[in-house]
C-alpha cells in the first residue's frame, strides 16, 4: 500500500517536470509577430490616379484635297448632221472594215444583195455635211473627157463612186456640179440636191429654170426617170424608152444627210454577171422598200458602176465613165474646189 502511494507520487513528479521542460523549451524558441489583423469591412485604399502625361501635337500634314477630275469635253460635231446622226459618226478617229468605213464625217456601208437571177450592191451613206457627198469629173474637170471608174474613183478620193448621169454623151441637160453651174440647157427630168440636203426629182414639163438657179442647188443630174411619186411610192408610169431589164445606177434620198447609191448587175459588152439587170419598176420598188422619199435613175448599160475604196466591186463591162457620183472623207483644196 504504502510502495503504491510512493510510485504514483514520483509519476505525477516526473509528468510535472517534463511538461514544465517542454514549457521552458517552447518559451525560449524565437516566435514572429502575428500580422495585425485588418478590421473587418475597412475599404480597401484604390491606387492614386496616376496622370498620363498629354501627347504633344504632332504636326502631321494635312490631307491633300482629292484632284478635281478634268470634265470631260463636250463633244464637237461635224457639219450640219453630225449631231442627228451622232450614232453613225466617231469622235474623229477612223473605223474601217471590209465593207464599212466610218468617221467624223462620213458613214458608209456596202452591201451586195444576190438573189437567183439577180445582184446589186447598195450603199448605205450618212454625210456630216454635203460637202462630202460630191460629183467628180473625167481627167479632173468638166468636159475632160472620161476615165476608168477605178482611175477616176483614186482620183478624187472616193470611199464609194457611182456611175453618175453621162453629161458628156450630150449637148443638152442641166449640168450642176458641185455648187456650180456649167450647163443650163434643159433635156429630161432632173434631179436636184440642194444645199440644205433635200433631194427632189422634177419632170421637165413642171421644170422653172428661173427658180431652180435662185434656189443655188448642190447638184443637178439630167438623166432619169425620177422612180418615187411624191409619198416616196414606186411609180406605175415612167417618162423613160430604157424600161427593161437592164443593168442600172441610181441615187436614193431618204433625209437630209442619208442617202443611197445604187449599182445593179446585168449583162452587156459579152460580160455575163449571172445577174438580168432591174426593169424601171423593180429598181423604183427597191428604193421605195429603202424607205426612201425620191430616187433618180442614173446612167446605166455598160456604165453601170461601182467602186469601193477605189476598187471596182461591180461587173467590168469595159466602159469609160465621164462623171461619178461618190462620197469622200477628204475635202479638195480650194485650188481644185471647182473641178472634182
Given at each position: 500500500?504504502?510502495?503504491a502511494?510512493?510510485?504514483r507520487?514520483?509519476?505525477?513528479a516526473?509528468?510535472?517536470?517534463l511538461t514544465?521542460?517542454?514549457?521552458?523549451?517552447f518559451?525560449?524558441?524565437p516566435t514572429?509577430?502575428?500580422?495585425e489583423?485588418?478590421p473587418v469591412?475597412?475599404p480597401?485604399?484604390l491606387?492614386e490616379?496616376?496622370s498620363?502625361?498629354t501627347p504633344?501635337?504632332?504636326?502631321?500634314?494635312?490631307p491633300s484635297?482629292?484632284?478635281?477630275?478634268?470634265?470631260?469635253?463636250?463633244r464637237?460635231?461635224?457639219g450640219?448632221?453630225?449631231e442627228?446622226?451622232?450614232?453613225?459618226?466617231t469622235?474623229?478617229e477612223?473605223?474601217?472594215?471590209e465593207?464599212?468605213?466610218?468617221?467624223?464625217n462620213v458613214?458608209?456601208?456596202?452591201?451586195?444583195?444576190?438573189?437567183?437571177g439577180?445582184?446589186?450592191?447598195v450603199?448605205?451613206?450618212?454625210?456630216?455635211?454635203?460637202?462630202?457627198?460630191?460629183?467628180?469629173?473625167g481627167r479632173?474637170r468638166?468636159?475632160?473627157?472620161?476615165?476608168?471608174?477605178?482611175e477616176l474613183?483614186k482620183d478624187v478620193?472616193a470611199?464609194v463612186?457611182?456611175?453618175?448621169d453621162?453629161?458628156?454623151g450630150?449637148?443638152?441637160?442641166?449640168?450642176?456640179?458641185?455648187g456650180?453651174l456649167?450647163r443650163?440647157?434643159r433635156?429630161?427630168?432632173?434631179?436636184v440636191?440642194?444645199?440644205?440636203?433635200?433631194?427632189?426629182?422634177?419632170?421637165?414639163?413642171?421644170l422653172d429654170?428661173g427658180a431652180?438657179?435662185?434656189?443655188?442647188?448642190w447638184?443637178?443630174?439630167?438623166?432619169?426617170?425620177?422612180?418615187l411619186?411624191?409619198?416616196g411610192?414606186a411609180?406605175?408610169?415612167?417618162n423613160t424608152?430604157?424600161?427593161?431589164?437592164n443593168?442600172?445606177?441610181?441615187?436614193g434620198?431618204?433625209?437630209p444627210?442619208?442617202?443611197y447609191?445604187?449599182?445593179v448587175?446585168?449583162?452587156?459588152?459579152?460580160a455575163?454577171?449571172g445577174?438580168?439587170?432591174?426593169?424601171?419598176?423593180?429598181?423604183?420598188?427597191l428604193?421605195?422598200?429603202?424607205g426612201c422619199?425620191?430616187a433618180?435613175n442614173l446612167?446605166?448599160?455598160?456604165?453601170?458602176?461601182m467602186?469601193?475604196?477605189?476598187?471596182l466591186?461591180?461587173?467590168d463591162?469595159?466602159r469609160t465613165?465621164?462623171?461619178v457620183?461618190?462620197v469622200?472623207?477628204?475635202l479638195p483644196?480650194?485650188?481644185t474646189a471647182?473641178?472634182n
Amino acid at each position: 500500500m504504502k510502495d503504491a502511494v510512493i510510485r504514483r507520487t514520483l509519476l505525477i513528479a516526473l509528468l510535472l517536470c517534463l511538461t514544465l521542460g517542454l514549457t521552458v523549451l517552447f518559451a525560449l524558441l524565437p516566435t514572429e509577430p502575428a500580422p495585425e489583423a485588418e478590421p473587418v469591412g475597412a475599404p480597401t485604399p484604390l491606387p492614386e490616379p496616376t496622370s498620363a502625361p498629354t501627347p504633344e501635337p504632332t504636326s502631321e500634314p494635312s490631307p491633300s484635297p482629292e484632284p478635281t477630275p478634268e470634265p470631260t469635253p463636250a463633244r464637237v460635231y461635224s457639219g450640219r448632221w453630225g449631231e442627228e446622226y451622232a450614232d453613225k459618226f466617231t469622235e474623229g478617229e477612223i473605223v474601217r472594215t471590209e465593207n464599212s468605213y466610218k468617221s467624223a464625217n462620213v458613214s458608209v456601208e456596202i452591201t451586195q444583195y444576190a438573189e437567183p437571177g439577180l445582184i446589186y450592191y447598195v450603199a448605205d451613206v450618212y454625210v456630216s455635211d454635203l460637202e462630202y457627198l460630191r460629183c467628180g469629173f473625167g481627167r479632173g474637170r468638166y468636159g475632160g473627157g472620161s476615165q476608168y471608174i477605178e482611175e477616176l474613183s483614186k482620183d478624187v478620193g472616193a470611199i464609194v463612186a457611182v456611175t453618175g448621169d453621162h453629161y458628156a454623151g450630150r449637148g443638152m441637160g442641166i449640168v450642176i456640179r458641185n455648187g456650180e453651174l456649167y450647163r443650163d440647157k434643159r433635156f429630161q427630168d432632173v434631179c436636184v440636191l440642194y444645199r440644205d440636203g433635200r433631194m427632189e426629182t422634177i419632170e421637165n414639163r413642171a421644170l422653172d429654170l428661173g427658180a431652180l438657179l435662185e434656189a443655188e442647188p448642190w447638184q443637178v443630174w439630167s438623166f432619169g426617170p425620177g422612180l418615187l411619186d411624191g409619198e416616196g411610192h414606186a411609180k406605175e408610169r415612167f417618162n423613160t424608152e430604157v424600161y427593161p431589164a437592164n443593168p442600172r445606177s441610181a441615187i436614193g434620198y431618204v433625209q437630209p444627210g442619208h442617202y443611197y447609191l445604187v449599182e445593179v448587175e446585168g449583162s452587156r459588152g459579152g460580160a455575163w454577171s449571172g445577174s438580168r439587170g432591174m426593169d424601171m419598176r423593180q429598181l423604183a420598188e427597191l428604193f421605195e422598200s429603202l424607205g426612201c422619199v425620191s430616187a433618180y435613175n442614173l446612167d446605166g448599160g455598160r456604165s453601170a458602176a461601182m467602186t469601193w475604196m477605189g476598187e471596182l466591186v461591180s461587173t467590168d463591162y469595159g466602159r469609160t465613165l465621164s462623171d461619178v457620183i461618190y462620197v469622200t472623207d477628204t475635202l479638195p483644196s480650194e485650188e481644185t474646189a471647182g473641178e472634182n
